[in-house]
């Protein structure tokens, strides 16, 4: 694809088999194919359809697949990303996002459960945040961590609204408004969208990366 | 009234001669009147209403405004609330809570000018805001300060959603969504109801100073 | 934890093995540990999981979890929380606030079936609703019950929606809206958090207690 | 019209000149007009156009307008309809109620300031309110009111929710959520739906009277 | 109960022993039991349950059970209750309303089938709805049936919206603000609220029936 | 335009400044402009702007504005739409499409005052209904009249919400859900949207008067 | 029926029993019948409840079962209708469409996999488009595909919102939302609605076909 | 500040001499002030306040207010945004963006007038949105164009939703909803916050100028 992102395969509404056609489409146009939301017998349709020498990487964490013809290759992106997690219902959504940038060619770095509701762990951190080229932040519950996370660094803050709450706002609307209202300055990605905030962190990653080396 | 809390008058919606009604009613009654969200002429009407000796104090900010008959006392509270703020935008709905709690008899401190984006200036205040029995946290754009607020402090937090933004949420939807999906504990009251927050966070002082004193 | 609010660890959404870790790295911490809505699997992992002398107690109704290490000590609170429901539909939230509350040290009283539509029950109970040091009422179906009970009594209240309903706001936004707007002063938490409001519950009665004893 | 119902010109969003013309042409059909939601203009646009003898009456509290030619009766009605407001705020809705009422022949009796936070003045009104053929309970901030009122009574009450709050929920859809899932027995109206609520127990009013009377 | 409504216990959301333990505490108490929103496994639960002589109804379509003891009378109201509905969809909150009807002595009818979209039928049932002394009207889809009806008759109608559809506003809430909104006088209750329709419906029936026999 | 949809400038949220300079452009471009929603200062701005020859015709009642060069020829075309409202509350919105069909060359007809309240009205124009070969129908409160003009003729039929209501989906919510849940066939454009009706009316009657005269 | 629509029969929400007896009912009358929303066990029901002679074919894909009596022949209409989708998401929806317009005797074209992110599949496809009479157009996620579509071509368009999402509007309300503000002229359907849709088209290509045959 | 986003003060909802301390607090401790959402009278405020030597600019399109004391620099970013508009409605967002960037020091390009309804003019200018660093466009209505951009594009998008249109999701919620969904990879800022859409951008610029100068 033109954007070097990786069209994703959106599993969920599809059927098994209607799942391994897509992949093995993707493989033959582009030689790997990424999968999202995938079940279990999504990942047995694809391992079955899959010609020899492909190989079949499967997330079960971020619900992800990821399929590579032999000799197919990672682009190298030289910019780094830190994704941040308040808790462990995070974890799904953080995953999601690691794998998209790791078919892009990006090295990310993992900082979790620095939660707003103890400061000290996320002032611990302080100088890894600011390491980052761009970070992608969860927001579980109410959605304060990339507003505190983007008020200590010098970075683009991407935030993801995650669906972990119960009652009013719980299915990451809550998350969402409170991301859109931030009063530090950052962009948002829809609930859950691991995808895409990974995609949208992997794109200003390249143009960093491009930019070290002259390429544009 | 029973509880202590002054039965407030709410003036939006009312007209300055039905306001006027209203007040001097309560005058006659309990010997003072708190009332909220008054205009200009709602002031007029009742200044012109009440009777010689009746004290008459309008706070702009705040909109309210208390009437008071010669020789009526407020009653003493020995336990303090202290009244977080995060701008000047909060300024409304902090104003409101401090007059209902002055008329409580409860006394208050500020802290203002905290907001999230700025961890350093919360995290400087912290022994004020150990010191004080209750806090109430004005809670405008996303609502994250009483989460961050109730994280640092052994003390009952009341959260007040503000209206101060714009766009989605931003008529205190997504602040009251963020309180009520808080991950510290704490307790809420609706958009803009500095006077619930303060009467709420005074019937707690009262319990507390009672306490102390031994009369229950 | 510097509240005396025990962290609760929230089972829903968490593999059976995810709560288990948790769970345990709670009691190395702390000496105990609570988890809400637990299922059977997870009281199983957690069982199977924590030390030999850990005791382990497990509520149906409330869908909690207490674990305890040998010669841990519940805290004492000097002050007492009542716990008010209309009907059975509120049991389970009711459990959860009693739940945290006792592991809070705080002892608890209840006063059940006291529904609007028959005001005689309500108000034979007003006597015990005054003898609270605070108040916590479950609001099923229209969330008029707090409502009435605040104009009963001097005691702050604490208002928890219920989603007993159906139809139009019958997942509990009717009890919200229907608390937030209410015409007495409490203040609220969200829709089903029993967690929530019995935990704020306890740091007011933590805060008499403390008065009580002269100790802040 | 065939249901004795009068059928109301709503005059929001109409021209004065259009208010007149229809309220003359009501006139000419069916010897009187009701119209709602009168501002000054509508008023004085509707008096400059009506014939000689036909007397026009305009309620400010509640913004009716009835006009009437000489000789048309008004029809009457053998039961009394009974009309309950919780505060001033409920004042309007009330008024518009009673004018439908008035057209329609039935008799109605007022109970005010009968708010939920004061169970004491509901409670006294107990025999008054069982005194009715049929009750219209208005119902603001939270819609406590009906459900209590209903608990009380054998009678078909009829719940109108009034938008008298601020806030979430405040604009009327908090008090209509809770009407809907009231756990007491009653029918509901659209918010602020005076008329309705008027017409709709002038409706039971009548077929009580009819009854009473043997004609159906 | 006061108001000869038959207090439906709510099975949704309680256990089938708890079901069975509230109907045997009503038989005993009132002679007689409703409960509403039954599943199988509570209908055996109470047919366990209740002593020798009890009778058990229950109806599938509206998910009702009712049990009476040996000797327990229906009460007599004469008028009469006629049930509109569209389609089959309606079928199942139409026979709540019936049931909960038959409970309060009140004789009904049924007109089925007459949805807006074939006018004629309506039309043809002119006759039958006017013969009623209430009438409940189903409204599923866009709840255009009972504004439909209250336009042909002189009659009271209530409305009951039902969650027939799909898509937006297809739980209902299409045909709630529809009736809310209608321009034909009515009043409404919540979606798929049979119970509440039928036993307003039997309110209005009684009062009408009391007048018939000058009791009132 | 391809289409033959006259491209209207919305003059709402534009000074008039700015609608005078885009009618001037489109005056240039096509020979004519049509402008929607214009306040009294747009025609005045547009009159100053445009050349001689140029002429201004301004609906109030539908707030359009044509402009038309000296010789620019609307095109005719052989099909015609019907328009069709239950009352002077759909005045606006019914002239707004009026205006786009002139404009497109489509003769309408108008069918006024048929609210389902009244039944007979409807029936009465079943045949001029049926002689149209588009239908435009207006659909105020609860949005009925389209599903029960289209369950009386064979023609497609083109739903306009319209935002006449008060109280919950008086802005047109009510009236839009209801139309999507309409138990007879047709489509909708969005609320008050009559330019779009009537556009799309056009469409559809362009493509009847083309396959009338072969030319497709 | 009058218009030539086929009376779909939702199954959906009904037992496998009742979609049978439907089925047969409309047999009877009108020797078809169209199903929508099928499960297996409606297939099955309907199979073996039909005579001899009749024949059923289910769609898989579109859920649909059409059934029809021996002897009874398709209407014959001479317009295209072309269904466009943006990818394997929006293929129920579509086949539901292509359904309805087999049924009413319409041929029907499908223009697949034409997502707006690649714009050149779209434009590539602009002949195509060009050539119907009426265009459907299915619109998962953001919904701009008929907005895209519209502004290609002179045709009527008919959008249908598709519920192929997750997170925020996923449900279809995002498409919906986005087809109600198209800046080009086009016509809704409610979420999902491929019968609809379909019956809608239908209906202007009859008009169409009538035209070309100078019937009307 | 740390971030080089400059801190803005929104003057909506604040007085105009609140707003001059405001500024001048700003000009005092970084030499410059960005206000927005000004009045004409915070306008005149500003500039009776500041001192000699602090030059105003006003932009009137997009509401903004920049003062600057004399000697003090922009920085300067050797990065471009494109800013991306689809029409007149949303020139005061893409301008209150613009003015952010300038004060951060990033040059900005226009790409006005490209909306999808002309799908021509989008692609017209495909060489112009390649040479970005980074893209703002602005979405009015449906909210289809960043969507449609970001696929002709390998450039980071940033959508912002503007409150153009009228009717169901009028107010910026169809085009927030919409671009949440995309089926491209772009973020998302509130809904017309062309402040933080602006900030973003320039973050992300400074990354990459900051690449290309080998400072990171
Ligand atoms: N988890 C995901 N969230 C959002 N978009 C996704 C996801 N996975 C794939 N996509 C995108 O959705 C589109 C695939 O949609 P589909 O054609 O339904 O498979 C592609 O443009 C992907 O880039
Ligand atoms: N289907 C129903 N819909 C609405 N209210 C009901 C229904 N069934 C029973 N009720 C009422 O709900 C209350 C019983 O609630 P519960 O105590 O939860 O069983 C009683 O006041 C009943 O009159
Ligand atoms: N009243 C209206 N409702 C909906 N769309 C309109 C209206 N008036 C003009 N338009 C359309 O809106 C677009 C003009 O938007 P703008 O560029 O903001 O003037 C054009 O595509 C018109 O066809
Ligand atoms: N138009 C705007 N939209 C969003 N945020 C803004 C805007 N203007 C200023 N801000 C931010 O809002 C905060 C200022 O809020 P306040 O303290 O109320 O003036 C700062 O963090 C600014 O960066
Ligand atoms: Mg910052
Ligand atoms: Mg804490
Ligand atoms: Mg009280
Ligand atoms: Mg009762
Ligand atoms: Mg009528
Ligand atoms: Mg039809
Ligand atoms: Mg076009
Ligand atoms: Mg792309």
Do not use: W
């Not at 079949?56 to 000799?71: I, Q």
């Amino acid at each position: 694809t033109r954007r070097g992102v990786p069209e994703g395969i959106l599993a969920a509404g599809k059927s098994p088999s209607a799942v391994a056609t897509l992949t093995q489409a993707a493989l033959e146009t582009t030689g790997h194919a990424l999968v999202t939301r995938v079940s279990e017998a999504d990942v047995t349709a694809v391992t079955d359809e899959v010609a020899d020498g492909v190989t079949v990487a499967h997330d079960e964490r971020g619900r992800t697949l990821v399929a590579r013809c032999r000799g197919d290759e990672r682009p190298t992106v030289d910019a780094e990303v830190t994704i941040v997690t308040g808790g462990t219902a995070d974890a799904a959504v953080a995953a999601e996002a690691e794998t998209v940038l790791s078919v892009m060619g990006v090295d990310t770095t993992r900082v979790d459960d620095v939660g707003v509701a103890h400061l000290g762990r996320v002032l611990d951190e302080t100088e890894e945040l600011r390491a980052a080229d761009v970070l992608v932040v969860a927001a579980g519950r109410e959605g304060a961590l990339p507003t505190v996370v983007a008020g200590l660094v010098d970075t683009p803050v991407i935030g993801v609204p995650v669906s972990s709450g119960y009652g009013h706002g719980g299915d990451g609307d809550a998350a969402l408004a409170g991301l859109l209202q931030s009063c530090t300055v950052l962009s948002v990605v829809n609930i859950d969208a691991g995808f895409v905030a990974g995609a949208q962190a992997g794109l200003v990653a390249r143009a960093v990366s491009d930019a070290r080396h002259g390429s544009t």
